[in-house]
């Protein structure tokens, strides 16, 4: 401000002081009393200039104090009045504002090495699943959920046009509605919630305490639909504190390869629908008690249609010390058009304690797994039985890695003259 008026003066004499020169000088013996005049009225404006400049800096500031539309900020209440505040009048900065989109990204792989006896297998290192969580809040009550996975293939580098190195995968894809703990609506690519292990550890090593997740249970294994493509309705009611939480949901069931759900449809124009009901009591926290109903129907790519039902149930302690689940599935089939059905289980038991010596970094862990499917089971013809052991122990090297050691000792019973297998397993998994 200053620097400009008196920029403005000082081109105003530039202007002048060569005409007042031509005009009052007539010999050059005036031209010195007459530049000496000239200097004193400079400095005599330059001083008038900084007065009025003074002046307006004083009525700009004060009309800034008095100003109603920039008011000076109330000091923050303290104790109990602060609490009595409205949420809309807390002094919440701009950069505190929720944004809409808000994107947020987290990363999981893992990085493993096995070595078994059984004939025909390899030992050696192999690249886990690369994958990549996103979620974003779209308003207050609206927000969504994905996750993709880059898995390496056994056939890369092969045919014509050669095979990619890896099989990229949409795993989940939710948008969800929160109209409040007691309703909420979803719709998009779910991991099946008919079990626990399903809907607690998902895509990422590092998520759970073992290696590999149970047999019954594997991405790509068809025991259990991994995958539901449909809507659901979810929600969690006190029930004087048994806090029971419900899932129900309807949707495309199996695909005609029955370890996939159907993306691109249902392949037969039935609709596959499950309940899911659980309880988390307050008396015991960590706890949860719950089972699960599962109705299908599965068209072959032979052209043979079956009504599946699954029933489960589980029970967990999620604790560090001790860590406890069990989880039992009875999945039935019956042939449309026939009275011919069959009954498949599988159940898993683990253990795990994590060691409250050397900073709490060791958990050694124990999972006992079994699966039985009977030769008329026409749907599960490619699930061996299994009879398994799992001994190993996790060592958290940082907040987000992980170390395991694994040692398994199964048989795959359906075959037969099939011997135990001996397998030793390690794997670093972690999440960035």
Known sequence: ????????????????????????????????????????????????????????????????AISPTSPARPAAPSGHEAMGQPVEQASIPPEAQPVYPSLKIAGFSDFNFAAT??????????????????????????????????????????????????????????????????????FGRYHTPINWWNTEFHHGQWLQTTINRPEMLQFGGSFIPVHFIGALTEGAIPAGGLNLNYNVGVGNGRGSVISRGGDFGDINNNRAWLVNLFVKPDQFFGLQVGGSVYRDKITLANGRDF????????????????????????????????????????????????????????????RFEYIHVPHSDVVFQAVPDLAGNTFGVRYDITTFAAIKAEYRYQRRLRLTGEPWINGAFVQTAFTF
């Open 1 to 64: 401000m200053m620097f400009t008026r008196r920029s403005n003066w000082l081109w105003v004499l530039l202007i002048v002081l060569p005409l007042s020169v031509r005009a009052q000088t007539p010999d050059a013996a005036n031209q010195a009393e007459l530049i000496q005049t000239l200097l004193s009225r400079i400095e005599k404006l330059e001083a008038r200039v900084a007065e009025l400049e003074g002046q307006s800096g004083a009525k700009v500031g004060n009309a800034a």
């Open 117 to 186: 006896d059984q004939r025909g297998v390899r030992s050696g290192f192999n690249e886990g699943q690369f994958v990549l969580h996103f979620s974003s809040a779209l308003s207050p009550r609206v927000s969504y959920f994905g996750e993709v996975s880059a898995s390496a293939r056994t056939d890369a580098g092969t045919g014509t046009p050669p095979a990619t190195g890896f099989n990229f995968e949409v795993e989940r894809s939710i948008i969800r509605f929160d109209q409040s703990d007691y309703f909420k609506e979803s």
């Open 307 to 366: 009504r599946e039902w699954i029933t489960s149930g589980h029970i967990v302690w999620q604790h560090e010390d001790p860590e406890f689940i069990a989880e039992f599935a009875n999945v039935s089939h019956q042939e449309v058009g026939s009275g011919f059905s069959s009954n498949s289980q599988a159940f898993y038991v683990q253990l795990a304690y994590r060691l409250p010596w050397l900073e709490r970094l060791w958990k050694p862990y124990y």
